[in-house]
Every structure is written in C-alpha cells, then in structure tokens.
C-alpha cells in the first residue's frame, strides 16, 4: 500500500523559471494538502483540495503560485516565473473522506532550489 | 492569526532519559492535537494524537499530556534512544487545516 508519492524529489530551477511539482495521495484519500517548509521552520499550510475543487486556498500566495487536483492525474503546484525567495521543501499531505480529514499523511516533499 | 507555540527549539538529552517538548495554542475551537517525527530530508510522520475529551494518551515510550483549562500540551519519551533524534512538530486543527508548531530538533546523547 503505497504511501504518498511526491515528485520530483530535487528541482533546480532559475529565476524567472517554472516550477511544477507533483503529489499523488494515498490510495482511497480525496483530500490532497500542500506545506511549504522553510528552513529551521514548521510547515506553513498553503492550499487543500479535493478531486476538481479549491477548498482552501488562504495560505497561497497572492501570485505566480496556482495549484489544482484534477479528476485523473496528480495533484500540481505550480509556481511561475520563481524567485530565490520560493527556495524551500514543499510538502503533500493527504487524507481519507469526510469524517476522518483531521489525519494527514505526509510524502517526501520536493525540494526546490531557485538559483 | 491562529498560533502553536512549541518550546524548547532545540533538546539535548542523555540516552535512556525522559524527553520533553511543550506546546500552547490559542484558539479553543481546536479539536485534534497530533505530533509530527521529522528525520532530515524526509516527510513529517504522524507519531501520536490526542482530542482534548482525555488528558493523557499513551503509545508505547511516546505519551501526551494535556491540559484543556491551560491550552496546553506536551510529548513524553520515556527511555530516549539515539534513533528518537529527529525534529519533532506538534500541531492543532479544527476540520482539515493544521496549524503546525515551529519544531524541537532533539537529539539524544549516545
């Protein structure tokens, strides 16, 4: 039973570049959740979704950062046009229906580096 | 803005000792209480939970203490060992978002 599954691990990207970084949940689990961890910091909550839906969206960014879960395919964040201060360890949580959301499950996160 | 204020940042503990981590929060409207493991370069792993209808949830070496009327709780490891070293974060949520504390990085002395 696989758990949540993040990629790419490592991402180099420079200034003014795109970054797309990918979270497929855990088999069963509708609810998808992005962090974003800076250094020597705690995960700072950023967006949820569910299958095609924006639930919560007030930890984005106002712009350039845009995420989505469609009905096939992993969930993306996308972040256009980066800058260094974007630099940091991006975390996917998921978990299962209505009832038991409060239980995240946590992927590897990707790690991305804006030169 | 909604808080978790975790304390100490770092913790140095000798193996076989008792590890202590404190955490408060601000809104009462919170209902779940986990503590996250972090080793480095990896994920947050659920290690222990608690709702704040018990004062005390024990797992193993790994127990939670907390009091409801101070909007505070803490993570017990009893008989730290030198794999416990890791960061550790607690957090509180009502519903699906979780506000997470800032992180006690620990290590236990061989």
């Known amino acids: 039973n696989a758990g949540v599954m993040q990629n790419p691990r490592h991402l180099v990207r420079r200034r003014g570049q795109e970054a797309r970084l990918r979270c497929s949940p855990m088999k069963g689990h509708s609810h998808v959740y992005w962090y974003r961890q800076l250094p020597e910091e705690g995960l700072k909550f950023m967006v949820y979704?569910?299958?095609?839906?924006?639930?919560?969206e007030s930890g984005m960014p106002k712009e350039r950062f845009s995420a989505e879960f469609p009905k096939e395919g992993p969930s993306i964040l996308r972040i256009q046009q980066v800058v260094r201060g974007d630099s940091a360890a991006y975390f996917c949580?998921?978990?299962?229906?209505?009832?038991?959301?409060?239980?995240?499950?946590f992927g590897p996160g990707t790690r991305l580096t804006v030169l | 803005q909604q808080q978790v204020k975790q304390s100490p940042q770092s913790l140095i503990v000798q193996k076989g000792g008792i590890s202590i981590i404190n955490c408060a929060y601000e809104n009462t409207a919170f209902d779940y209480f986990p503590w996250y493991q972090q080793f480095p370069g990896k994920g947050p792993a659920l290690l222990i939970a608690?709702?704040?209808?018990?004062s005390e949830k024990k797992e193993g070496r790994f127990t939670i203490s907390f009091n409801k009327s101070a909007k505070q709780f803490s993570l017990h490891i009893m008989d730290s060992q030198p794999g416990d070293s890791a960061t550790y974060f607690c957090a509180a949520s009502r519903g699906d978002k979780i506000i997470f504390g800032k992180g006690t990085r620990l290590h236990i002395l061989p």
């Open positions: 949580a998921s978990s299962p229906p209505t009832g038991i959301t409060d239980t995240q499950y």
């Open positions: 979704l569910q299958k095609e839906n924006i639930i919560d």
């Open positions: 608690i709702r704040p209808d018990v």
